[in-house]
């Protein structure tokens, strides 16, 4: 079976022990609990692979090649792709091998969609030890969530699946949002995130939303390629919320703006081969704050002892300017509930900063943070995506 390369998704952390990445956030405490985690944690808490003969057995395997291929060639058919070259990245046995190109040959629309869809990647979300900073409560319910943002068209595909029973999760809202594509992120106003003399980004929303995870335990989003920031390796935030706590207001959001509560949380890694590419492209040629790789991430080194972190991706055209699909299933315990301290809240009035939580008001809090100016773009944020 083809292992297809990509994105490295980690639980939790994936930060560099070194730098504070955000002011007011202690980079190195949140290394240690995730250290102390997977210390700690069951077997069936650290791993899917015991799931795959289940899945397997059980057809969800089959019904996710069937929705990928099928997502795939909706996608082309709509933006009117017809790739020629290789479409594919294959794993190499180092994971953080830069150099990742597929050896296939003769790949094209009448290739088999097990051998292009058939891998698993797996990875494991922990507890909610701490979900990061520059997290926002009040985001909206939707797929689509670049508005006006530039960038390379991110379509992800998460299965969620339940650690203790190895079954899709239902009925579960997933949290996802990232900095754009020159390491700005929406809603937060503090030192070194874009402008931070700027007060009108506390209202804005691009990158960020919510979706409810289908039959199969799956969420989609259509967004851009995250951009980089000083002290991080490029990544994307996930949290998944308890389903019985949960549901959708009448503006298009979740309840518990204020009393948020969390069953997992995590972050999502990109393959340095696909984020060097991905850099060749405006905006995020433009972007000058200096790039961690995933090499120097001494967090993601030490997880890879412990759980597979790699997501699966193929371009949807002949170049990644075209366009990036891509997969992973994420084990989690959905009997875990915690409290979440979000750095704001986006209210009916926009957004309002959350002073206890050490983040906004442009206060600084040591180490470095996102810098740059948010691009505009014509990108719609009201279209189907899948």
């Given amino acids: ?27 190195r405490a949140e290394a240690a609990e995730r250290a102390a985690f997977l210390q700690s944690a069951p077997i069936h808490s650290r791993s899917l692979a015991k799931c795959a003969s289940t899945l397997k057995v059980r057809g969800h395997q089959s019904r996710n090649i069937a929705r990928r291929h099928t997502a ?19 794993r190499s046995d180092d994971a953080l091998n830069t150099s990742h190109h597929s050896n296939l040959t003769g790949v094209d629309s009448s290739t088999d969609p097990d051998v292009l869809f058939g891998t698993e990647a797996t990875c494991i979300l922990g507890p ?30 998460i299965q969620l699946i339940n650690t203790n029973t190895c079954e899709p999760i239902p009925e579960i809202y997933m949290d996802l949002w990232h900095c754009n594509s020159t390491g700005v992120y929406s809603g937060i106003v503090a030192s070194g995130n874009g402008n931070s003399a700027d007060s009108t980004n506390v209202n804005t929303t691009f990158n960020r ?40 207001l009448a503006n298009g959001t979740i309840s518990g703006l204020y009393s948020t509560h969390s069953s997992h949380v995590g972050q999502i890694f990109f393959d340095q081969d696909l984020i060097s590419a991905v850099g060749e492209v405006s905006p995020y040629s433009t972007n000058t704050q200096e790039l ?29 300017s075209d366009g990036i699909f891509a997969w992973i299933s994420v084990g989690i315990d959905p009997t875990t509930d915690t409290t979440v301290t979000p750095a704001a809240y986006y209210t009916e009035q926009g957004g309002v900063e959350n002073e206890s939580s050490g983040v906004g008001g442009g206060s600084g809090g040591g180490g470095s943070a996102p810098s740059g100016s948010p691009p505009g773009s014509s990108a719609s944020a009201s279209a189907t995506p899948f």
């Fill in 1 to 27: 079976m083809v292992h297809l390369a990509s994105l490295v998704a980690i639980g939790l952390t994936g930060l560099t022990g070194i730098v504070a990445a955000h002011p007011g956030h202690d980079v």
């Fill in 72 to 90: 795939v060639k909706n996608i082309r058919r709509r933006r009117g792709l017809q790739p020629t070259n290789h479409l594919l990245k294959a």
């Fill in 128 to 157: 909610d030890v701490t979900q990061g900073p520059y997290y926002v409560t009040g985001e909206l319910v939707r797929e689509d969530i670049r508005e006006s943002q530039e960038g390379v068209p991110l379509y992800m595909d």
């Fill in 209 to 248: 939303g919510v979706q409810k995870s289908d039959e199969d335990g799956v969420v989609q989003f259509l967004t851009n390629f995250p951009g980089h920031y000083t002290g991080r390796a490029t990544h994307i935030h996930v949290l998944t919320h308890p389903a019985n706590e949960t549901e959708v």
């Fill in 292 to 320: 961690m790789l995933n090499s120097e991430d001494s967090i993601l080194a030490e997880e890879l002892d412990t759980i597979d972190p790699f997501m699966e991706y193929v371009y949807l055209g002949d170049d990644v």
